[in-house]
């Protein structure tokens, strides 16, 4: 019979006392491990530590409440954490957070000395400052605390330095800083005002080989995703917001690749550098499918310059203190939107300024033709302002006016602009715009008008209708009190000239005086009378000027008669002079029109 072996055989069932023993103890170190830390008191030591970081920096330390943790590893949290701007700079941090995590290597601390494994900084902000002498608030040196003021106490009290805080304990390095949500401000202090040049947000940055002594920009490094990071540029309305991208800080210069939405004008792709962290200057290349002129005019002025806009704040002082550059690079566009026109592709080259924003210049791509702008936008006025210098050629002048309905079919030709420009960027733009220049269209036509029918209207023969070709179209632009005016507008065709002065409003109100002369032989064939009378003036009259005067609006234009009245020019007069209002003498013309008539059928 097979005997029944014993349910207490070691190795069979159970645990063997080894076991139970190391079961036992883990159970025991684990429930250490908790509650220690609230048997340890650390935050005794807040002050030692708050001392040793204040040597190291030179800086005044404020640390909030602390407490020891042993698992995962043996190390402090930090509640809060203060390190404040150097002396000569404005009350404030350089760096704080709202926690801090350490994990410390026990081997170091044994000798007094702080080697941290790991540091995470729970929502950090690093705020960096330069003033108008090329001083910082960032570069770390070992001396007095900020102002000459004694550290005080993390409660509140007087002065708290133990034997501990001289019991030479030094910080070391870090070998790993996690930045969890951190913020970077840079600013720059002109007369003593803090102006801000950049703010950044969202950053999780992990960094290596911190070197905590000398502490400088230079010996960081770090790499960082940027999905979800926003970058506010100083004066500007609305931030570049980063959906992808990829960071790399080493050696003092800074590397990113990303994908962004530039002040909610386009979605770019691009890459971006800063080749001294310590001295930041962004330098970038950029490229759009798509660019919305409007809203980033009204990003960079902070309003928007639509009809739409808001009233203009009262005027502040102008900002006064040096101009230094704050980024600068290249934008690509396949196309640019500013309503009511699409054009492109287009080149840009922008600097931004701590007083002001440059475009130098926009090369467009433009209906045929090639538009450039050259501009500068002054944030140091508010409300901001901009100069432009434009130069069109080769623009097809019928595609650009079949955009807007008002202006659609009006003429044909191909166009060039020379203008200088200067206004504000606000809600009363028209207000302040001005500006001077001139235009040239060539080898067009006016749908609508007929020079011809234009002279018989006023002889009572005939309508006005047609169309009419012309060699050239010119003349000057001056722009003010929110009217394009003109000292003379020149039209020149093989039916006759046109000459007009005047203005048309921003508003599209049109208020234009001129004359219109015409060719005798250009009234032939214009209706069974009009070549009649075209045929017999032909022999005696070599122009006819009508004065004319132009009214209404663009969408609906009034051609009336003008001041004076019509004149005629004998066949004696030099081919190319233009008549004018004025009759000519009776031996060439008659004063009637109607005795010109008669004349024709006299015996001689």
Same mark, same amino acid.
Request: proline share 5%; net charge negative.
């Given at each position: 019979?097979?005997?029944?072996?014993?349910?207490?055989?070691?190795?069979?069932?159970?645990?063997p006392i080894w076991a139970k023993i190391a079961l036992g103890l883990f159970v025991f170190l684990l429930v250490l491990a908790v509650a220690l830390p609230y048997i340890l008191n650390?935050?005794?030591?807040?002050?030692s530590i708050a001392s040793a970081i204040e040597e190291q920096t030179g800086r005044h330390v404020t640390l909030g409440k602390i407490r020891a943790t042993f698992l995962p590893g043996v190390g402090l949290v930090v509640e809060d954490l203060h390190i404040g701007n150097p002396q000569g700079f404005p009350q404030g941090d350089v760096v704080s957070a709202q926690a801090i995590r350490v994990n410390l290597a026990i081997g170091p601390l044994l000798h007094s000395t702080i080697h941290l494994n790991s540091l995470e900084l729970v929502s950090p902000k690093v705020t960096l400052v330069t003033d108008d002498r090329g001083k910082n608030n960032y570069t770390f040196t070992s001396s007095t605390p900020a102002h000459g003021a004694p550290p005080k106490a993390a409660n509140g009290g007087a002065s708290a330095k133990t034997d501990e805080a001289s019991s030479g304990v030094s910080l070391d390095r870090i070998d790993s800083l996690l930045l969890t949500?951190?913020?970077v401000s840079l600013k720059t202090i002109v007369r003593g005002k803090v102006e801000p040049s950049a703010d950044v947000k969202g950053i999780n940055v992990t960094m290596h080989n911190f070197v905590i002594s000398p502490m400088t920009l230079h010996d960081w490094q770090a790499d960082s995703k940027l999905s979800g990071v926003t970058l506010a540029l100083g004066g500007w309305s609305a931030p570049i917001a980063f959906r992808l991208g990829q960071l790399q800080l080493a050696g003092g210069k800074l590397d990113a690749q990303f994908v962004a939405d530039l002040a909610k004008a386009s979605d770019i792709k691009g890459t971006l550098s800063v080749p001294?962290?310590?001295?930041?200057?962004?330098?970038?290349?950029?490229?759009?499918?798509?660019?919305?002129?409007?809203?980033?005019?009204?990003?960079?002025? %902070?309003?928007?310059?639509?009809? $739409?806009?808001?009233?203009?704040? #009262? =005027?502040? &002082? /102008? @900002?006064?203190?040096p101009s230094e550059l704050v980024a600068r690079g290249h934008i690509n566009v396949e196309k640019i939107t500013t309503k009511p026109y699409t054009v492109g592709p287009a080149n840009v080259e922008i600097r931004v300024y701590t007083d002001r924003a440059e475009l130098w210049p926009i090369s467009i791509g433009m209906? %045929?033709?090639?538009?450039?702008? $050259?501009?500068?936008?002054?944030? #140091? =006025?508010? &409300? /901001? @302002?901009?100069?432009?210098t434009v130069q069109m050629r080769n623009l097809d002048v019928a595609k650009v006016l079949d955009v807007s309905p008002a202006a659609r079919g009006k003429m044909?030709?191909?166009?060039?602009?020379?203008?200088?420009?200067?206004?504000?960027?606000?809600?009363?733009?028209?207000?302040?715009?001005?500006?001077?220049?001139?235009?040239?269209?060539?080898?067009?036509?006016?749908?609508?008008?007929?020079?011809?029918?234009?002279?018989?209207?006023?002889?009572?023969m005939g309508g006005v209708g047609g169309d009419t070709p012309f060699t050239v179209i010119?003349?000057?632009?001056?722009?003010?009190?929110?009217?394009?005016?003109?000292?003379?507008?020149?039209?020149?065709?093989?039916?006759?000239?046109?000459?007009?002065?005047?203005?048309?409003?921003?508003?599209?109100?049109?208020?234009?005086?001129?004359?219109?002369?015409?060719?005798?032989?250009?009234?032939?064939?214009?209706?069974?009378?009009?070549?009649?009378?075209?045929g017999l003036l032909g022999s005696r009259v070599s122009k006819i000027t009508v004065p004319i005067a132009l009214g209404g609006t663009i969408e609906s234009p009034k051609v009336r008669p003008g001041k004076g009245v019509p004149s005629f020019a004998g066949p004696s007069s030099a081919p190319g002079v233009t008549g004018t209002s004025a009759p000519a003498s009776p031996a060439a013309a008659p004063e009637n029109p109607v005795d010109t008539i008669k004349n024709l059928f006299k015996k001689h």
């Open positions: 019979m097979a005997t029944t072996k014993s349910s207490s055989e070691p190795g069979r069932r159970g645990f650390v935050d005794h030591y807040r002050d949500g951190a913020e001294d962290i310590e001295h930041p200057q962004v330098n970038f290349e950029m490229s759009a499918s798509e660019l919305d002129i409007d809203k980033l005019m009204a990003a960079v002025g %902070g309003e928007s310059i639509g009809p $739409s806009a808001a009233p203009a704040k #009262a =005027a502040d &002082p /102008p @900002r006064s203190g209906y %045929g033709g090639t538009l450039q702008i $050259s501009s500068r936008v002054d944030r #140091a =006025a508010n &409300p /901001p @302002r901009f100069t432009a044909g030709g191909i166009g060039e602009l020379d203008l200088n420009l200067l206004g504000g960027l606000s809600g009363a733009w028209k207000k302040t715009l001005s500006g001077t220049g001139k235009f040239a269209v060539r080898n067009g036509h006016l749908p609508g008008v007929n020079l011809a029918g234009a002279a018989q209207s006023v002889a009572k010119e003349g000057d632009i001056n722009i003010a009190d929110q009217r394009v005016s003109s000292k003379q507008i020149h039209l020149d065709s093989s039916v006759g000239t046109v000459d007009l002065r005047g203005s048309v409003g921003l508003d599209g109100s049109l208020d234009y005086q001129g004359q219109v002369s015409v060719n005798p032989g250009a009234i032939a064939g214009s209706g069974a009378i009009g070549s009649i009378v075209g």
